[in-house]
C-alpha cells in the first residue's frame, strides 16, 4: 500500500531527525516523534543546555542527509519492561510511556538506526536508502506541552515535511505558499471582515458589517433557493435544560464536552451543540397528520462547542458555530423527494459559486459497515432502502459519487459532498443524513393515511455547513475575489473631483435603495489612489465619474474581473449587476 | 396626593381582609397584607382547619362589607419589641417579622380597626366609611411560599382589586376581561406563532415558522428604515470570557445574575446579557478617524437573563431575548444628528403599526436628579448639553413629552417611548439613551480633527425593543389582526373544488416567488369551512378560485378588514397588497 510505505519513510525520518538532534544537541531528551499528514515531528526537552533556533534547522536538515546516505538498515528487538526501564534509565519521558505500556508480562520493542536507539512501535523502512533525501525538509519550530497538557513542560517541537519523491514535496511547498498568501486569517484582517478580541476570547468572533454582509449573502442565496422546495425559517434559543440531552441520548454520549449553563435559579442549563434536538419540540407541538408532511424546518443559528485553546484556528475551528441547519419531518415514502430536493438546492448552491464543475467535487455515499451491523439503530429494511434510495439519486442525476462502507452516521446514512478548492485541497462542506433514531426517542409521530401513529423519518441537511468554516474555505478559495453576489461591497462609487461629489453621492443612494451593497469614496484622496484602494479590497464594480459622467448622466464601469468596460447609464448598469446575482 | 389616597384605601381593606379571614377562619395564622398595583392582598396559613376555596370569597366579600359599613376607626399604637412579642405570641408569621425589625430599642406599630389589631406600618384611612364598599372585589386565590422562598411553607393568598370609585373598579375589570380575549399565550396558540417545552424549559420559547415571520418582518422593517441612517448589520457570539464584563465594570454590577458557563477548557465563560460591550470590540479592532464617524452597528441576536421560574410569563418575561439592539459611536457634535435619526426610525415604525397617533404615545425624556448628581458618571458640560439636546429634538419634532427627573441611567440621559394599547395599558417600548461612560471603559478613541485622540459618545437605541416583550404587547394589541407587512400569512388561496386545485397552485406559487407570505387550502374540505378557518386564523386576504375565476384569470379578494373586494387579475392584487407594506 503506498501510504503505508510513505507513512515508514515519515516514521524512519523523525528517527533520523531524534538521532541528528542527539548528536548536535547531546543534553537534549527525547519524549514522542509520531507521523503526521503532512510528514511528521518530534519533541524534545533542550532545558540544560542550549536550544535550536530556526537557523538550525538547516544544519540538522543536513546531519539527517547525511544519515540517510549511509544506507543505515532499521532493526528491532524485544524486549521485557525492566530490560526497557534499563536501557532509557535516563530518559525520563520514554520512562514515562514504558510506565504507561506495561501490563503484566508485555513486551516492548526498541528501534535502532545507526548508533541511535529508540522505543517504539515500528513502521520503518527497512533501509534509509529508500528515503529519498531531496524529499523532505525541516519545516518548523515550535512549543508544545508534554502530553498535549498545559499542566506539563513546554517541550520544542521540530516539524518535518517528507513526501516520497521531489516533485510531491515541491507540490506540497507551493500549495502551502499560496495558501498562506490566501490565508483567510490575513485577508480576513485586510478586507475587514471579522475581528477577534482578547477580552472576548479566542474562537468567538465578531463579524464586521462586510463580514455580516457576506454571512446574510450566503444565508439569503440559500434561503431564496430552499423556499421553493417548501423550507420555513424557525428561531429556537441558545440553551436548553440538561433534560432535553437526556432524552435525546447526548447527555450520555457528549455530556463532558458540552457548555454547561447556570444562572442565578437552580436549573441546570446547556447550551446547544446541535439544534436538531430543539427543532423535533416545534414538531412536537401539534398534532400531524400525514397531509401536513413533509415537514422542513430550516435555521442559521448559533451552536456552541468548546475546543481546545490550542486547536482554535481563524473562522476555521471556532467555539460559536454558525449553523446553517435544516431539518425535514417525512413519511419514509417521501425519503428520495426530499433527499432528491436536497440534492437540487446544494447543486443550486455551489453553482451560483461556480464550485460544481465536473472534477471540482464528488459524493460520498456513506453507508453501514454491513460487517458490523450491530453498531447502527434503526431496522434493517429501512437501511438497506435508504441507502439504496441515496446511491440511485446521485447515479440518477448522473454526479460523481463513491460508495463508501463505514462512513454513515449509528442513526442512519448520509450524502456528503467534497469539494476540491483553487488550490486542489478538499473539503467537505454539504450533507444529507437520514436519521431513523432520533423521531423515536422524542416520541414524535403522525397520524398515516390509515388513521395509525407512525414515526417519521428525520433529514438533517447543511447547505454550506458551518458559516464560519465555510467562510475560511471560500475566503481561501477565491483569494477575495468573490462572486458578485457574495461580495461584500459590490459597487464602489468614486468621483474625480469636488464638482461630482454630489452626484457620486446622487448614484450611491440609488444603489443603495434597490439594497446594492454600495460604498461611496468621495474623499479628496487623489483618482489613482483611490482606485488603487478599490483594488486593494477587490471590489467588483467601481464607477468612476468625473465632468463626463456627469454631463451626460452617465457611469464609467470598470471591472474587477473584465477590465474596462466604460460609460453606461446608471439603468444599464444595474442590469449588469443585477445579471450576476 | 391621589396615590396615597388610594394606597391608603387598598391597605386598609387588607387590614378588613384579615379581620373577615379571622370571624370565619378562627384557625387562621396570619402572614402579610401588602398593597398592589391594582389592590392589595392577605396570605394565610389554614393548616389545622379549613382552606376557603373561589366560592368563599363571596362571603368574604360580603363580610368585609359589612365591617365597612360599621364606619370604623383605624387607630394606631406604638409598642416596644418585647410588647409586640406578648401580642402576637400565638401568631408564628408576625414573630417572625418582630424578630426581624427588633433593632436596639426599636418601637413597632399596632393598628386596630375593629375588633382586629395587626402588626402594621401604618398608611391607613382614617375611618372605613372613606372605603367605597362597591369599589372593591375579592379577585382569586393563589398558593404563595412564604417570604417567596420555595424552601419554606406555601401558604394561600388572597388577592382583592381595590379603586376609589366603581368607575374604576368596572373599567378595570373591563379591560382585564379584554386583555383575557386578547392574551398572546392563547392568541400564540391559536396562531401557532410560538410554543414551549417542558424538556427545554420555561422562559425559553420556540417560534414556528408563523412566529418566525413575524419576527422577521419586524426585523427587516426595522432594517430597511434605519438603513438610510447608514446602519450595518453585525455579527456577535453569545458568550464572552468574563474579562469583558470585568472590563465593562458589569461583574461588578451583575455578576450574581449572570449566567455562567463552563466546558472542558479551563475558561470562565459568561453568557451575554447585553450586546454593547461586544460591539465596543468591533468598535475597537481598527484605527478610527473623525471622517468614519458615526459608525453605526445595528443587530437582533438573543441576550440571556435568568429570571426566577415564578415571575416568567409567556413572550412578556423571558430568559432568551431577542434584542432588536443599535450602538452609534459619534463625536460630541454628531449627537444631535444621530438621536434625531433614531426618534426619525421610531416614527417610521410604530407609524407602519399605526402607533403613532396623538393621544397614543409620549415621550419621556430622562434626566438627572439634580439633587443628587453623584450618582451619575460623565462630565457635568456633557450632561447639560445632552439633556438639553434630547428635550430640543422631541420639542422641535412636536411630539408629546414630559421631562422625568432621575430616570436617566447613571452613564447619560434618555428618550424612552411610551405608547398605548388599544385596551388602554401603556408599554414603555423603544429607547434611545446617550452613554458617556462606556467608551472611556474601554478605552475606544478616533483622531478627530486637529489629530488628537478623542473618546467617541456611544448611544444604545432599540426601536421595537425585546422582540419577544413587542410580539407579547402587539398580538394583544392587534388581537391576532395583524397589518398586512406583520402578518405571518398574508394571504390564502383557496380552491373551490378539485377542478381549481391546479390555478390555485398556480396561483400560490406565483406569490410565494414575490415573497408573499401565502397559503394554499386546497384540501376537499367545504367552501364554508375553509373560508371559516381563514377568518379564525385572522389572514388579512383570501383569494377564492372557482370556475369563473379560472376562466377569466382573475382572483376573487376577500379582505379581513374591508370584506369583500371583488374579483382582479392578480397584477391587480399584487399592487394592492404591496401598497399596504
Known amino acids: 500500500m503506498e501510504n503505508e510505505k510513505l507513512h515508514n519513510i515519515r516514521h524512519s525520518l523523525a528517527h533520523l531527525l531524534a538521532s541528528a538532534v542527539l548528536e548536535k544537541y547531546p543534553h537534549a531528551k527525547l519524549a514522542i516523534g509520531p507521523v503526521i499528514e503532512t510528514g511528521f515531528y518530534y519533541d524534545f526537552d533542550f532545558s540544560g543546555g542550549p536550544t535550536p533556533n530556526a537557523d538550525d534547522l538547516k544544519d540538522l536538515e543536513k ?16 524486549v521485557s519492561v525492566s530490560e526497557a526501564k534499563e536501557i532509557f534509565k535516563e530518559a525520563p519521558y520514554k520512562l514515562e510511556l514504558i510506565e504507561e505500556f506495561s501490563g503484566d508480562g508485555k513486551k516492548l520493542t526498541t528501534y535502532t538506526v545507526g548508533k541511535f536507539l529508540d522505543l517504539c512501535r515500528g513502521g520503518h523502512v527497512d533501509n534509509t536508502k529508500e528515503i529519498n533525501a531531496d524529499a523532505f525538509k525541516l519545516d518548523k519550530l515550535a512549543g508544545a506541552y508534554w502530553r498535549g497538557d498545559e499542566k506539563n513542560k513546554m517541550l520544542t517541537r521540530i516539524y518535518g515535511l517528507a513526501f516520497e519523491n521531489k516533485e510531491s514535496l515541491d507540490a506540497h511547498l507551493k500549495q502551502k505558499e499560496e495558501a498562506q498568501k490566501r490565508d483567510h486569517r490575513r485577508l480576513g484582517k485586510e478586507l475587514d471582515l471579522f475581528t477577534f478580541s482578547e477580552l472576548i476570547g479566542p474562537g468567538l468572533p465578531l463579524f464586521t458589517p462586510k463580514g455580516t454582509a457576506m454571512r446574510d449573502a450566503i444565508i439569503e442565496k440559500i434561503q431564496s433557493i430552499q423556499k421553493n422546495f417548501g423550507y420555513q425559517k424557525v428561531t429556537i434559543p ?35 451543540p446541535m439544534n436538531c434536538p430543539h427543532h423535533t419540540q416545534i414538531f412536537a407541538s401539534k398534532q400531524r397528520s400525514y397531509k401536513d408532511l413533509p415537514i422542513r424546518y430550516a435555521e442559521t443559528t448559533m451552536v456552541y462547542r468548546d475546543e481546545q485553546a490550542g486547536e482554535l484556528l481563524g473562522l476555521s475551528r471556532v467555539r460559536s458555530i454558525s449553523q446553517d441547519d435544516g431539518h425535514v419531518f417525512c413519511a419514509v415514502e417521501q425519503i428520495e423527494q426530499e433527499i432528491n430536493n436536497v440534492v437540487s438546492v446544494i447543486e443550486q448552491f455551489y453553482t451560483a459559486l461556480c464550485m460544481f464543475n465536473e472534477g471540482d467535487f464528488w459524493v460520498r455515499v456513506s453507508a453501514r459497515d454491513k460487517k458490523e451491523k450491530e453498531k447502527y439503530l ?47 485541497r478538499e473539503w467537505q462542506l454539504a450533507t444529507a443524513q ?6 423515536e426517542r422524542f416520541g414524535l409521530e403522525f397520524t398515516n393515511e390509515k388513521g395509525e401513529k407512525e414515526a417519521p423519518v428525520m433529514i438533517h441537511r447543511a447547505i454550506a455547513g458551518s458559516l464560519e468554516r465555510f467562510l475560511s474555505v471560500i475566503i481561501e478559495h477565491f483569494g477575495g475575489a468573490f462572486p458578485v453576489w457574495l461580495s461584500p461591497v459590490q459597487v464602489k462609487v468614486i468621483s474625480i473631483a469636488e464638482a461630482h461629489k454630489e452626484y457620486a453621492k446622487d448614484v450611491f443612494e440609488k444603489l443603495r435603495d434597490i439594497d446594492i451593497r454600495v460604498e461611496l469614496d468621495d474623499s479628496d484622496e487623489s483618482l489613482g489612489k483611490k482606485i488603487r484602494q478599490g483594488k486593494l479590497e477587490k471590489v467588483p464594480y467601481m464607477l468612476v465619474l468625473g465632468g463626463e459622467e456627469l454631463e451626460q448622466k452617465k457611469v464609467m464601469v470598470e471591472s474587477r474581473d473584465e477590465g474596462k468596460i466604460g460609460q453606461k447609464t446608471l439603468e444599464e448598469f444595474i442590469e449588469l449587476i443585477k445579471s450576476k446575482n
Chains 1, 2 share one sequence.
Open 434 to 439: 437520514l436519521d431513523f433514531v432520533m423521531p
Open 63 to 78: 546531519r539527517i542527509k547525511h544519515l540517510v546516505k549511509q544506507t543505515l538498515d532499521f532493526s528491532g528487538n524485544e
Open 378 to 424: 434503526g431496522k434493517e429494511e429501512n437501511w438497506n432502502r435508504a441507502e439504496d434510495i441515496l446511491e440511485d439519486i446521485v447515479k440518477k442525476k448522473g454526479l460523481p459519487y463513491k460508495k463508501v462502507d463505514g462512513e454513515a452516521a449509528f442513526y442512519g446514512p448520509k450524502l456528503d459532498f467534497m469539494f476540491k478548492d483553487a488550490i486542489g
Open 238 to 272: 441558545h440553551i436548553t435544560k440538561k433534560d432535553l440531552y437526556e432524552k435525546s441520548g447526548h447527555w450520555t454520549k457528549f455530556g463532558e464536552e458540552l457548555f454547561k449553563v447556570k444562572g442565578a435559579s437552580n436549573t441546570e442549563f446547556v447550551m446547544k
